[in-house]
């Protein structure tokens, strides 16, 4: 079972393959073909207690990474509270050594967990990397799918706009699949008007 892994320099934990999204570009749709992307090894047998996952990261030289990463084959949120502990844990034990902890999500964290968990990240999680993916509501379902339907597309918005009051680095995502430039600008002008920034990502063909 696969809860820590090294991807350029950075150290990704695996927590939960749980999501309540199926988007069309996900990853998880892979064959294995060789990359960390696509390994059956990010497949969990069993979700990994919080002790498993601590004693993962014990196992490894935490001072050397660039980055830690929740992310994996699920929404991470699932596992917040984990996650935080986690981070505590961590902290307690390298302080000032520890690297920045980044948490790759899709924004659902609040309808996930059903309460607001924004404050719970303040001096915990330096940068939330949030899938934006699309413009509107419609788009939004149409790509995702997620399971709240498009309540889903505007507790995300909402999310990212309160979550940069608590997190330093609060970053939309999109994904360059032969996306029209106009559409990249009107995602760069709603994460402008959130306050926050956007990253381009590269499509990888799984």
């Avoid at 509107?136 to 995300?156: K, R, S, T, W």
Wanted: charged residues 25%; glycine residues 6%.
């Amino acid at each position: 079972m696969t809860i820590t892994y090294e991807y350029e320099g950075a150290l990704y934990v695996n927590l939960t393959n749980k999501c309540n999204c199926n988007c069309e570009f996900c990853l998880r749709h892979g064959k294995k073909e060789g990359s960390i992307y696509t390994e059956d090894s990010l497949w969990l047998e069993r979700e990994p207690t919080r002790q498993e996952a601590l004693n993962s990261f014990l196992s490894r030289d935490i001072p050397s990474y660039r980055e830690i990463v929740f992310c994996g084959y699920g929404e991470p949120t699932y596992r917040l509270d984990d996650i935080l502990w986690l981070v505590d844990e961590l902290k307690e034990r390298f302080g000032d050594q520890l690297p920045p902890v980044r948490i790759n999500t899709n924004g659902h964290a609040n309808l996930i967990n059903g309460r607001d968990v924004c404050p719970e990240l303040k001096g915990r999680i330096d940068t939330l990397s949030i899938s934006l993916n699309a413009n509107n509501a419609a788009d939004y379902v149409a790509l995702c799918h997620p399971i709240q339907g498009e309540v889903a597309y505007q507790a995300m918005l909402d999310f990212a706009k309160e979550a940069k009051t608590y997190v330093s680095h609060v970053v939309f995502t999109v994904v360059d699949k032969g996306t029209d430039p106009a559409e990249i600008e009107k995602s760069r002008s709603i994460a402008q008007s959130l306050g926050v920034k956007l990253r381009v990502r590269a499509f990888i063909d799984s």
